[in-house]
């Protein structure tokens, strides 16, 4: 989908057991992993749904590595995509646009036709700042996630610069303090 979308910003994968998923990829030398618990809430086909679940990200290269943990049972594509895939695996490639709108409409053009899934705005906003879609009439798609430009850009590039000078040590690390520190002042 580069020729439509671009380069893809990152592949997620969503699993039962973060831990395992976490260790699986540092034992075979892909880290470190900056982890946290996340939530807040998001619009899962329409509604507003809380959600609650453990995220962590990690380079190889300039490939990004996105692994989901959904705690509990909770109305979100996280979820779904356990119910239909309980051992886990790929939940959804991501890719930068500026114009969500514009990338549905371009995507539609394409034969490709879009449909959102899951979406997040800004606090207090109706503005989506990133939008999860699956190819509509797709049974168990891989979905995609458009995300806008914005504060946290400046984190992904430091994780990807410790990623290329990682030693090994410190496999696991605070995502929280790490986003603090590389976000713009």
Known sequence: MSRLYGNPIHQCYVYSDFDAAIERLAAGGIGPFWTMRSGGMGIYRGEEHALDMDVGFCYSGDTCFEIIAPRGEQQSAYWEFLTRNPQGGLHHMAYFSDDFEATLAASA?????????????????????EIYCEPKGADNPVLFQFVHHGPFDNWFDSMRKIAAEWDGSEPIRDARASMAAAMPT
């Open 109 to 129: 053009a394409a034969g490709k036709p879009l449909e959102i899934v899951q979406e997040f705005r800004l606090p207090g906003s109706d503005e989506a700042v």
